[in-house]
């Protein structure tokens, strides 16, 4: 991994403050106020349609609320994204590198070796110049992670990363978040997956109908989350 984040600057707080968001006059989420910090690992929870996606790509800036702020405390860090279905270029998996690094204006002579550096830290080296979109899903999702590396983000927020995966790739993917987060980068992830989120989360935000029900330390919400919803979401009751 990239020199940690925790012997720089720190990272700065993210806060939404009354953050909403509508669509065509529907309340989508509800005056949202949450407070991201540190490097911890923050999971979003949630049935479907409970507006864990949309909370994501506010925090992340994708969207613009209808109303509220989102507000870096500080210089606005580097910040990357990882999606359930990666957007790849029709280029080999070595170019989709080599073209982030261009666009970042990393100097030219050392693209490629910090593109190979980057295949090789994700275990996508023999597929360098395989058409990264006829990679497999699990393969797609490393190098989308392999790309968000080379960009070095203080923030990595990852929205159902691992849900299309099978349980070897979700391994793979849940490694590289460990060891983004133990080089000092805060991770904001969602899952559906109650597993995962017991083994990555520091902290769990649980939402309901648009609706941010919960911010507590993930031991709390596990053992006794404090909403009926969040209790009956954990017991698999809570469809949506
Ligand atoms: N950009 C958008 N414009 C309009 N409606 C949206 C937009 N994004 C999401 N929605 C709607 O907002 C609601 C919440 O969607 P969101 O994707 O955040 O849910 P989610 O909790 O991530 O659900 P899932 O677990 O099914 O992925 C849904 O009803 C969805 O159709």
Redesign the pocket.
Known sequence: MNAPFSTQTPIPDLQLENVS?E??G?A??APTSLTLSGSRRTV?M????????????LAHGL?VPTSGQVRWQGKTPVQAMVF?HPVLLRRSALDNLTYVLAIHKAPRAKRKARAYQALDTFGLTSLAHRPARVLSGGEQQRLALARAWLLDPAVLFL??ATSALDPAAIKAVEDAVMAFHASGTRIVM?T?DLHQAKRLADDVVF?HN?RLLEHSPAETFFAAPRSAEGRAFIQGELVW
Do not use: C, V, W
């Not at 949630?46 to 790509?57: D, E, I, T, V």
């Open positions: 968001f669509h065509r529907q989508l989420l979003i949630g049935p479907n349609g409970a507006g864990k996606s949309l909370l994501m790509r969207l359930q929205d159902e969602t559906h939402l648009g």
